[in-house]
């Protein structure tokens, strides 16, 4: 027993170094300072934060980790609850910054220059089927299972080189109508970050992964190309991050209400492809073809690669590129890179099941 308990500390004592070598490295308290999280007395705001950040790694609750009495802080837990409850802080802010700290000190600096570094958003659905007095709580429907359910939407941007996948920030969506709400927001201070966040979780999903682009341009992460799949979709979404300095590559719906004009004429994706031959043999694409996306009489020009479906042999799936200059292959190998963000949402799914459990109205904070 008492050998158990030796090595149980001495791999929190492990855990302890590797996290404060972590913390001084990528200076993640002046990125906490950055995001509007400091105090004016009493414990440093990073002392605080650095060991909530170690109980996840000990996988133990707080109240766990006070009843061992191992690690256990200089400071009470009342100061970790006012700490959590700070709406002043900018969550989105410090996940960015601290993001593209990792990203340029840790990452690209072992990729070679040519390698297409892309930002990828996807979101997921956030159950909370049980909560009833959960901030904004709504019935958000999940397109997975074709249901409506209790929760949010967890909408996630991320980085990726191809090798490493980096979450940069997130939101959770509620919904913005009002009657699919369950509950309100709190009434709070209109200037703080929290508020600001309690009203980009009501807005479309469109919407806000515009504001998490822009962050992440503000915070210079290495990145050409913003990939997302087809719920994202449309010309005015392709309009406005082109418009933040990213080209796009995305999945587009075969709908007969989006056109894309081709050889002058406003046409549906499926229309394009019955007027053109097909390529045959086994490659890996059908057709390409050149089109311009418009949007209040602002044109992009776009290419556009049919691609077979491998799962339904007689279909075909859509990808649209703004760039131009890549060719087909390099299109779709650029896009396959988007696989990488859900494999992230589901470990973050099957490793992180107790935070169904926690209150998740501190992300919106």
């Known amino acids: 027993m008492n050998k158990s308990i030796t090595q149980d500390a001495q791999n929190d004592n492990q855990i302890s170094k590797t996290i404060r070598r972590f913390f001084t490295r990528f200076h993640v308290s002046s990125a906490l300072k950055s995001a509007n999280a400091y105090k004016k007395k009493g414990f440093p ?29 200089a400071f009470a837990k009342d100061t970790v ?32 220059e040519d390698r297409a570094n892309v930002l990828i958003i996807d979101d997921s659905m956030f159950e909370r089927n049980r909560s009833k007095k959960v901030e ?24 990726s080189d191809g ?38 979780s009501m807005q479309k999903g469109a ?27 449309s010309p005015s979404s392709i309009h406005a991050v082109k418009g933040i300095g990213y080209d796009v590559i995305a999945m587009v ?6 056109f894309f004009r081709y ?17 045959r043999g086994r490659s890996r694409y059908l057709l390409s073809a050149m089109v311009d996306v418009v949007k209040d009489g ?37 896009y396959g890179k988007r696989w990488d963000i859900e494999v992230f949402l589901k470990s973050a799914k099957v490793t992180c099941i107790w935070v169904k459990n926690a209150d998740p109205s501190p992300m919106m904070r």
């Not at 700490?83 to 840790?106: D, G, V």
């Not at 904004?136 to 980085?159: C, E």
């Not at 719906?253 to 989006?258: G, L, N, S």
């Not at 050889?263 to 390529?279: F, H, V, W």
């Open 45 to 73: 705001v990073v002392q605080i934060f650095q060991y909530l950040f170690l109980l996840v790694f000990f996988n133990r609750s707080m109240y766990m980790n006070l009843l061992t009495g191992r690690n256990t802080p």
């Open 81 to 112: 609850y006012r700490f959590m409850k700070m709406i002043q802080i900018n969550w989105i802010r410090f996940t960015t910054i601290l993001s593209s700290r990792i990203i340029k000190e840790a990452v690209v600096s072992l990729d070679s």
């Open 136 to 159: 904004l709580l709504a019935k958000v429907y999940d397109h997975a299972k074709h249901a409506y359910k209790s929760g949010f939407r967890m909408l996630t941007l991320g980085w």
């Open 163 to 200: 090798s490493t996948f980096l979450p940069v920030n997130s939101v959770l969506l509620s919904s913005e109508n009002k009657r699919n709400r369950i509950n309100e927001a709190s009434a709070m201070d209109k200037r703080t970050a929290g508020y600001k966040r309690r009203r980009l």
């Open 207 to 233: 919407s806000v992964m515009l504001e998490l682009l822009k962050h992440a341009k503000s915070a210079v992460i290495p990145a050409k190309y913003v990939l997302f799949d087809s719920w994202f979709s």
């Open 253 to 258: 719906k075969k709908t007969p209400k989006m």
């Open 263 to 279: 050889n002058g004429e406003d046409m549906s994706l499926t229309a394009i492809y019955s007027k053109n031959k097909k390529r």
């Open 298 to 334: 602002k044109t992009i020009p776009a290419k556009v690669v049919y691609v077979r479906n491998r799962n339904k042999r007689k279909e075909y799936l859509c990808i649209i590129s703004t760039d131009t200059e890549l060719d087909e292959n390099e299109i779709i190998r650029i």
